[in-house]
């Protein structure tokens, strides 16, 4: 099978805010006020974390049908912490991503919690937004 290629297309607006396009869809991307924007799209890390449930929300329902295990509701809420100070320039103490991300998934289902945790296994195995967080990927830039 074929590499998958994805991509976003886009043009600053302002210091703060970033518009784009992903295939059919316009995102934009602002700060709140605090940091110098309008407050008038997520921030960069708040897509991540979106991107990161989204990407959950489908994994599981996908590997749970693979494993005959019904899924009756699923609720994915993601946190997660990040010190501001290296963004900032006042310190270079600590990294300037998150922390830690905390996953609370609440599944709703008949399966056993042996099967569940057997399809959790699998999810972070198989969650592609997981493998980026979890693992370090190439970056390169071109100007």
């Known amino acids: 099978m074929e590499d998958l290629i994805f991509s976003i297309n886009g043009k600053s607006v302002n210091p703060t805010r970033y518009e784009g396009k992903v295939r059919q869809f316009s995102i934009a991307v602002d700060e709140p006020e605090n940091f110098g924007g309008k407050d008038s799209a997520p921030t960069p890390v708040e897509y991540i974390l979106a ?3 989204g990407c959950l929300n489908v994994v599981v329902n996908l590997i749970a049908k693979e494993m005959g295990i019904t899924i009756k509701s699923l ?3 993601i946190t997660g912490d990040i010190n ?3 963004l900032l320039g006042i310190s270079d103490k600590e990294r300037a991503g998150f922390k830690s991300l905390n996953i609370q998934l609440d599944i709703n289902s008949d399966a056993s919690s042996d099967m569940i945790q057997k399809l959790l296994t699998q999810v972070k ?3 592609p937004v997981n493998d980026n967080l979890a693992n370090t990927t190439p970056v390169n830039y071109s100007i």
Do not use: Q
């Open 51 to 53: 991107g990161y449930a």
């Open 84 to 86: 501001p100070e290296k």
């Open 125 to 127: 195995e198989r969650c």
């Open 75 to 77: 609720e994915i809420n």
